[in-house]
């Protein structure tokens, strides 16, 4: 400072605030930069959680999961925190949750029950279906997993080995009989 008073320069920041600024700013960059990493490494994250909406902006912290505009103001509502990828400032212990989770894993726990002809994924358009919606899916746990550590790829696989089953249990036509006569046991 008595360098710049001499040359006339008035006094500003110091070096060191400067470059303690400047790793802060980079870290906080970083953080977006790992979150945006996360979005692009899965093609679940590249849609929302929760509608049909493509290229979400906004993370629902309680979830780790990637959400549109409408839908993040439906979490809101219902008192999930949201942050905007890129507005917001971050801190290492979300990005890590964000990198743990993500839409796919989510959609594990959240939807591992559900079937589209159960309630299908509401259009980002359509605010009403999107909040019911989500309310069934968070709020209610109607379509949670059950079982811990079952996944929805598990029930899938277990599905079609019972579907297998029960195909091997129908029952089969005689042989030399007309169409539509069933063996019956």
């Known amino acids: 400072q008595d360098l710049s008073r001499s040359l006339g320069v008035p006094p500003g920041p110091s070096t060191a605030s400067v470059s303690a600024r400047m790793l802060n700013k980079n870290s906080e960059k970083n ?3 790992r979150i945006r990493a996360c979005q692009r490494s899965d093609k679940a994250n590249k849609r929302c959680a929760d509608c049909a909406e493509v290229g979400p902006t906004y993370v629902c912290l309680p979830f780790s999961t990637f959400v549109c505009t409408t839908c993040s103001g439906i979490h809101r509502e219902f008192s999930h925190k949201i942050k905007g990828i890129s507005m917001s400032k971050w801190t290492p212990e ?29 259009d980002g358009s359509d605010a009403a279906r999107c909040r019911e919606f989500i309310r069934m899916k968070y709020v209610d746990k109607r379509w949670a997993e059950r079982e811990e550590g079952q996944t ?34």
Do not use: C, H, T
């Open 94 to 122: 979300e990005v890590e949750a964000i990198e743990r989770g993500g839409n796919s894993k989510a959609a594990d726990k959240w939807l591992m029950r559900w079937e589209p002809r159960d309630f299908a994924e509401p």
């Open 152 to 185: 929805r790829r598990g029930r899938d696989e277990e599905r079609r080995g019972s579907d297998a089953r029960e195909a091997d249990r129908k029952p089969q036509r005689e042989e030399g009989g007309r169409d539509g006569d069933l063996d019956r046991e």
């Open 31 to 33: 953080l977006v930069e």
